[in-house]
Nanobody, 118 residues
């Protein structure tokens, strides 16, 4: 059974940085795509970043140039480096794992809170 565990969230001042981690177990991590999503209070969950099995990355315009997604297949971990954080980045951040272009057999982590505030 797939298990995803996120970590690295916390409170940071505007302009600061955080690095989130998501470690998987119970799967052959190398053959799965990985992604990060976030959900702010009262809003729908939104896509933040993804990385394919071959390292292709995608970002929405809202985080492009500030966030970087990476993966370490040996550690079965995906990372989200977040720089120049803004108050509007405040949300619960979730990682997602999925197979192929249709993201089949997908699973989600439990989420980690990121709060950007002075």
């Amino acid at each position: 059974q797939v298990q995803l565990v996120e970590s690295g969230g916390g409170l940071v001042q505007p302009g600061g940085s955080l690095r989130l981690s998501c470690t998987a177990s119970g799967i052959d991590f190398r053959i799965y795509n990985m992604a990060w999503y976030r959900q702010a209070p009262g809003k729908e969950r939104e896509f933040v970043a993804s990385i394919s099995t071959v390292g292709t990355t995608r970002y929405p315009d809202s985080v492009k140039g500030r966030f970087t997604v990476s993966r370490d297949n040996g550690k079965k971990t995906v990372y989200l480096q977040m720089n120049s954080l803004k108050p509007e980045d405040t949300a619960v951040y979730y990682c997602r794992i999925g197979y192929g272009s249709a993201w089949s057999q997908d699973s989600w982590g439990q989420g980690t809170q990121v709060t950007v505030s002075s």
